[in-house]
C-alpha cells in the first residue's frame, strides 16, 4: 500500500514541537494502525545466541572490534539452550522468538546450530520463529525456511545518504542484496534502522520511504542507547517528544507494516512508551535486548492492553505469521488470557530466565582496539550504563 503522505508532508510534520500538535500526529497514526490491524498485537522476544568479538565497524555497537568497551561475549549456543529461551519467551506472553547472532554470517557449522535451534522451538512451542544472522544467501534463506524460521531481520541501520556515517565495513548494498534474498526464498522481512545517530530530519523522511520501497512485513524502529567507547558513544537519547512524532511519522509512510519498537526504548522514552505505542506500534521487543536491559514481559503486556490491545496468545505453532488475534474486536471485546495461561500448568518449568544481558553475558577488557577504517574517535568513555549499575549490583 502507498504511503499516507507525501515526502513534503512528512518533512513539515518532522518541524512539529509543540506536544499538543504531535498528540494530533499520534491519533491519526493511531487510527491508521487500527483500521489495519485492529486490535491485533505481535510481541516478540529475543536471544543473543552468539555474541561479541564482531569484525564490523557499526558505530552505534559495542560488539564491534573496534569499540573500545568492554566485549560482551559468549560463544554460539547449542540447539538446546535456546529452545530453553524460547520457552521463556513463551512463558512471559511473546508471540514470537528471534535467534540473533553478531557479524555479517555465520560458519557452517554455527549455521547447522541455528537450523537445529528453529526445528527445535518449531517443534516445542507455539512460537512465530525469526532469525537476524547477517548476510546470506538464496540458498541459506531457503534452509532457513525449511527449518521453519518465518521472517529474517536485517536492518539498513539509516538513510542510505548516511548510511557511510553508520560504518563502512558493512557495504549498504550488501544489506539490500540479503533482503532480496530472503524475499527470493519465500520469507517474510523485518527491516528498520535506529534513530538518532546523526541524522536530520530529511534523511529520517528518506529513511522511511526507502524502507516503503523494500515494502518489509515488518519495522523495528530503535532508539540510540549511547554504548560507552563506541563513535556514537557521547550523543544525548533523543527527545521523548521528538521519538513519539517520528514513530508516527513512519507510521503513515509505511500503513501495512508490523511495526515493533525494540532497543533504546526504556532510556529514550520514559513515561512516554504508552504514547509511542498508541503512535502506531504492533509490538515491541518484550524484556530485554541484545546486550542491553529492556521493560518486564508484565510492563511491556499492559502498555498495550491500556490501550485496548489484545495480548492474547496465538496457539497456531506459528502457522499464521501474521498477527491472528484479532476475533472479537468489533464487540469492542479484548480477552486477557495471558495471566490465567501462566498461571496454569500448561508448560513446565522452566531452566532459565527470559535473556538477561546483565546476567548471561560476560564481559571482557580489549586488550588493544584498532583504529576505525573511517577515522574517527570513539566517544562517552566513563558513561555509566544501567546495565553496569545492574551489574555491579548483583555483584555487591
Same mark, same amino acid.
Given at each position: 500500500m502507498p504511503p499516507l503522505i507525501t515526502r513534503e508532508e512528512a518533512l513539515?510534520?518532522?518541524?512539529?514541537?509543540?506536544? $499538543?500538535?504531535?498528540?494530533r500526529l499520534v491519533e491519526r497514526a493511531w487510527r491508521a494502525r487500527v483500521e489495519r490491524f485492529a486490535d491485533s498485537t505481535d510481541m516478540c522476544s529475543l536471544v543473543n545466541a552468539k555474541s561479541g568479538g564482531c569484525a564490523e565497524d557499526c558505530g552505534f555497537c559495542a560488539q564491534?572490534?573496534? =569499540?573500545?568497551?568492554?566485549?560482551?561475549?559468549?560463544?554460539?549456543?547449542?540447539?538446546?539452550?535456546?529452545?530453553?529461551? =524460547?520457552?521463556?519467551?513463551?512463558?512471559?506472553?511473546?508471540?514470537?522468538? !528471534?535467534?540473533?547472532?553478531?557479524?555479517?554470517?555465520?560458519?557452517?557449522?554455527?549455521?547447522e546450530k541455528v537450523l537445529e535451534g528453529a526445528r527445535l522451538v518449531a517443534e516445542h512451542t507455539n512460537l512465530k520463529r !525469526?532469525?537476524?544472522?547477517?548476510?546470506?544467501?538464496?540458498?541459506?534463506?531457503?534452509?532457513?525456511?525449511? +527449518?521453519?524460521?518465518?521472517?529474517?531481520?536485517?536492518?539498513?541501520?539509516?538513510?542510505?545518504?548516511?548510511?557511510?556515517? $553508520?560504518?563502512?565495513?558493512v557495504r549498504y548494498e550488501g544489506r539490500l542484496r540479503t533482503i532480496d534474498a530472503v524475499k527470493e526464498a519465500g520469507l517474510e522481512t523485518c527491516v528498520g534502522g535506529i534513530?538518532?545517530?546523526?541524522?536530520?530530519r530529511e534523511q529520517r523522511v528518506e529513511m522511511a520511504f526507502q524502507l516503503a520501497g523494500i515494502d518489509p512485513t515488518s519495522v523495528p524502529i530503535n532508539l540510540l542507547n549511547p554504548r560507552p567507547g563506541t563513535k556514537f558513544g557521547?550523543?544525548?537519547?533523543?527527545?521523548?517528544?521528538? =521519538? $513519539?512524532?517520528?514513530? +508516527?511519522?513512519?507510521?503513515?509512510?509505511?500503513?501495512? +507494516? /508490523?511495526?515493533?519498537? !525494540?532497543?533504546?526504548?526504556t532510556e529514550n522514552l520514559g513515561?512516554?512508551?504508552?504514547?509511542?505505542?498508541?503512535?502506531?506500534v504492533n509490538g515491541v521487543m518484550m524484556g530485554n535486548f541484545l546486550t542491553t536491559l529492556g521493560n518486564t514481559p508484565e510492563e511491556d503486556r499492559a502498555m498495550f492492553s491500556e490501550l485496548g490491545l489484545n495480548v492474547a496468545r496465538q496457539p497456531d505453532n506459528g502457522s499464521n505469521p501474521r498477527p491472528d488475534n484479532r476475533d472479537g474486536w468489533l464487540d469492542g471485546e479484548t480477552p486477557n488470557v495471558v495471566e490465567d495461561y501462566l498461571e496454569s500448568s500448561a508448560l513446565?518449568?522452566?531452566?532459565?530466565?527470559?535473556?538477561?544481558? +546483565?546476567?548471561?553475558?560476560?564481559?571482557?577488557?580489549?586488550?588493544?582496539?584498532?583504529?576505525?577504517?573511517?577515522?574517527?574517535?570513539?566517544?562517552?568513555?566513563?558513561?555509566?550504563?544501567?546495565?553496569? /549499575? $545492574?551489574r555491579a549490583d548483583r555483584a555487591a
Open positions: 513539515a510534520l518532522g518541524d512539529l514541537e509543540d506536544p $499538543v500538535d504531535i498528540e564491534s572490534r573496534y =569499540a573500545e568497551a568492554e566485549t560482551p561475549m559468549h560463544a554460539m549456543m547449542e540447539p538446546e539452550q535456546i529452545l530453553e529461551h =524460547a520457552r521463556a519467551a513463551e512463558a512471559a506472553g511473546a508471540h514470537r522468538f !528471534c535467534m540473533v547472532t553478531q557479524g555479517q554470517g555465520l560458519s557452517k557449522r554455527d549455521f !525469526c532469525a537476524s544472522i547477517g548476510h546470506m544467501s538464496v540458498d541459506r534463506a531457503h534452509k532457513l525456511k525449511d +527449518a521453519g524460521i518465518q521472517r529474517v531481520h536485517h536492518n539498513v541501520e539509516t538513510a542510505e545518504s548516511y548510511y557511510p556515517e $553508520v560504518s563502512s565495513t534513530l538518532n545517530l546523526g541524522e536530520t557521547d550523543r544525548d537519547p533523543i527527545d521523548p517528544w521528538e =521519538a $513519539v512524532k517520528w514513530i +508516527a511519522i513512519f507510521r503513515l509512510i509505511l500503513p501495512e +507494516a /508490523l511495526f515493533r519498537l !525494540c532497543g533504546g526504548r513515561d512516554l512508551q504508552g504514547m509511542a505505542i498508541k503512535a502506531g513446565p518449568e522452566l531452566e532459565v530466565r527470559l535473556w538477561d544481558p +546483565a546476567a548471561q553475558l560476560r564481559f571482557r577488557r580489549k586488550d588493544s582496539v584498532p583504529e576505525r577504517p573511517d577515522g574517527a574517535p570513539n566517544t562517552g568513555q566513563g558513561r555509566t550504563t544501567r546495565e553496569a /549499575l $545492574v
